[in-house]
């Protein structure tokens, strides 16, 4: 989802923050400061603290800067325009530090009082597509495109909303707006895959099939090169294995597809063309799944990693997320490690690479972004994958099922 990023008012005070530290608290002592400041700004109390603001967002001191909308807003009526203002600001400062339910609370207020404000918009619309909460996503961000209807951002969270709720053809409508303003190759890509999660009828899936198949076969035509699929594209095709023949076929040339898209995803780690380990030394099991935590197929490790033979395997918890819950402590404290992978997909295969994993298992690799691209690098020398794909990956790498 593309988030809406401040738009800076220009031409605004210039004042000493005396070198402070975007992430620095204000103390009691600094704010009287700020305090004068703002007043020297303006006659105004609100509006020279809404300048500060703005100016110490310009110059990267986010926590300053909420610091001034805060007290912006306690002075400000809620009939003054301003007032909306401080809202969407503080909102977008929250929104980019991560701070969405806070976010979301001055969106909503700033959208009550001045339902104009696109940015205020846009961004709820990616908060509740971060939650799943797909219908809010859609109402907000068509409200975005209602007063910006040639945003191209805003049609592709569109498309990007559609696609989860399973109304293919307004994402492929959405897509196609947006390639009216941006040709570019992952637009392409993830236009031409659109596969439904669920058919209607039986009727429908050879044909979806065959559109699929043309889709894939056109993106093979056009030469189109990508510099990381797992961020610019995603995961398409993990319910392609239920429509039945001929999946796999499909599979294989998807990824023949990406390999030549984007050669940089073959890979492989130094210690792969090593001799074996030694006789009686344990092997090294890495799992590699964003899942440990209370998820089906958490509770399903739950039962296994205790139950994995100590003598014979070291095993490794392998995800992107941090154990937080309950059910993801209990999972690290029965691995022998627990690894928290970068987001970053090459860097996630780079942390992987240096595990010198004899073993790796993908037990989701049709469902999980990363896991699938991890799946074109050898990081071990037997690579496996259990459900999420029950019939084939399609790669190469994966040994075993």
Not at 16 to 32: F, K, M, N
Not at 203 to 214: C, K, N, S, T
Not at 264 to 285: K, T, V
Request: glycine fraction near 6%.
């Amino acid at each position: 989802m593309t988030k809406e990023q401040p738009e800076f008012q220009s031409g605004q005070a210039s004042v000493s923050l005396q070198g402070q530290q975007p992430d620095e608290l204000i103390l009691p002592a600094q704010a009287e400061a700020w305090r004068q400041q703002a007043l020297q700004l303006s006659p105004l109390a609100q509006l020279g603290w809404f300048r500060l603001g703005d100016w110490a967002e310009q110059h990267n001191l986010p926590q300053q800067a909420i610091y001034c909308y805060r007290q912006a807003l306690e002075q400000v009526l809620p009939r003054d325009p301003l007032h909306a203002l401080c809202h969407e600001r503080l909102g977008h400062l929250l929104f980019l530090g991560q701070n969405h339910l806070e976010a979301e609370q001055h969106y909503l207020l700033a959208l009550e009082q001045d339902s104009q404000l696109f940015g205020a918009a846009l961004n709820l619309g990616c908060i509740y597509f971060a939650r799943r909460q797909f219908r809010q996503a859609e109402h907000w961000v068509r409200q975005a495109i209602a007063l910006r209807p040639d945003n191209p951002a805003a049609w592709e969270n569109l498309a990007e909303i559609c696609r989860q709720r399973q109304k293919l053809a307004d994402a492929g409508a959405a897509y196609a707006r947006v390639w009216q303003r941006q040709h570019r190759p992952d637009l392409m890509v993830r236009h031409a895959l659109l596969f439904p999660m669920v058919f209607a009828t039986e009727a429908e899936i050879p044909i979806w099939l065959e559109r699929f198949a043309a889709g894939l076969a056109q993106l093979t035509r056009a030469g189109i090169q990508l510099h990381n699929p797992s961020r610019q594209v995603g995961v398409l095709h993990a319910n392609l294995h239920y429509a039945g023949p001929p999946w796999t076929e499909l599979a294989r040339q998807l990824a023949v597809f990406f390999r030549q898209a984007c050669p940089g995803l073959a890979s492989q780690a130094p210690h792969c063309a090593l001799s074996a380990r030694r006789p009686g030394e344990r092997l090294r099991l890495g799992i590699v799944t964003p899942n440990f935590k209370q998820h089906s197929l958490g509770r399903m490790f739950g039962q296994l990693v205790p139950e994995l033979d100590r003598s014979r395997f070291e095993v490794v918890l392998c995800s992107s997320e941090v154990a937080t819950d309950m059910l993801g402590q209990r999972l690290a404290a029965a691995a022998d490690q627990y690894l928290t992978l970068p987001n970053a997909f090459f860097a996630a295969r780079s942390a992987l690479a240096r595990q010198g994993f004899d073993i790796l298992l993908y037990p989701e690799i049709g469902g999980d972004p990363q896991s699938y691209y991890l799946g074109f690098a050898r990081l071990a020398p037997l690579q496996l994958a259990l459900w999420g794909l029950g019939s084939s990956t399609g790669l190469p790498q994966i040994d075993a099922y």
